[in-house]
């Protein structure tokens, strides 16, 4: 089973410019899913999708392949990753290397680890899944049995459907929102559906420190408060 971890990394961010190669630490931001995807046992190829030469450079610098360069027309603000990915996987097939499973890790969450991506590619592989996201466990209070929409009318309705809302916290299930540090999905579910995720969606739960999505100045000063304090806990 061939496993690409793919990383999309386009140049031109709105909220924070130049984001992807932007100082983290002492590291380009880019550089923390570059060192977690080399760092997984189960990734066999780590490759960078970017329409950005100084990008280009950076991440083939820092270890990663970036074997062709993006079209501009999927490079837009408004451009949706499914096609983002369904580039990078032809171009690599048609390079002669298919991959049978993509590790999408967008690098604005630096703080995953590579035993997340691990751990994620072995479930996809031993629940027979076609998608395996990392999650995070929802706080009850804002589980889907106690979330009420509002209606054109003004009215509320359950999330779920249900006329009443479950009375007791202890009898809830469990919910999970994703996380969006990691997804593994299967290449042929990709191109032949175009769906990241199919019928079989498993959950992983990761660290709370993985769902840092750095998308805004206020993002990046978390970040950088978080930083060092993570390097630590990761070097133990």
């Known amino acids: 089973m061939r496993v690409l971890g793919l990383i999309p990394a386009r140049g031109g961010s709105q909220g924070i410019p130049r984001k992807n ?14 060192t977690a995807a080399q760092k ?9 999708s970017t329409e950005d030469r100084e990008i280009a450079a950076v991440a083939k610098s820092l270890g990663a392949d970036v074997p ?11 451009t949706p990753m499914l096609p983002v990915i369904r580039n990078a996987i032809e171009a690599l097939t ?4 298919a991959p049978d499973v993509v590790c999408l890790l967008q690098p604005t969450f630096p703080f995953r680890r590579a035993d997340d991506i691990d751990a994620c590619v072995d479930a996809l592989q031993e629940k027979n899944a076609d998608c395996v996201i990392s999650v995070h466990r929802v706080p009850h209070h804002f589980n889907p049995h106690w979330v009420y929409f509002q209606k054109p009318d003004g009215s509320l309705e359950l999330a779920t459907g249900g006329l009443e809302p479950i009375p007791r916290r202890q009898e809830l299930p469990a919910a999970f929102h994703r996380s969006g540090a990691v997804y593994v999905s299967r290449a042929k579910l990709i191109l032949q559906r175009g769906s990241l995720y199919g019928d079989r969606v498993f ?14 100045m206020s993002d990046w000063s978390e970040a950088e408060a978080m930083v060092k304090h993570w390097r630590s806990d990761a070097a133990g």
């Open 21 to 34: 190669v932007r100082d983290l630490g002492g590291v380009p931001l880019i550089g923390y899913t570059i």
């Open 94 to 97: 048609d390079d002669g290397w």
């Open 68 to 78: 062709f360069i993006r079209p501009q027309s999927l490079a837009r603000n408004e």
């Open 203 to 216: 959950g992983y739960e990761t660290p709370a420190e993985s769902a840092c999505n750095i998308d805004t």
């Open 40 to 48: 997984a046992m189960r990734v066999d190829r780590i490759v960078v």
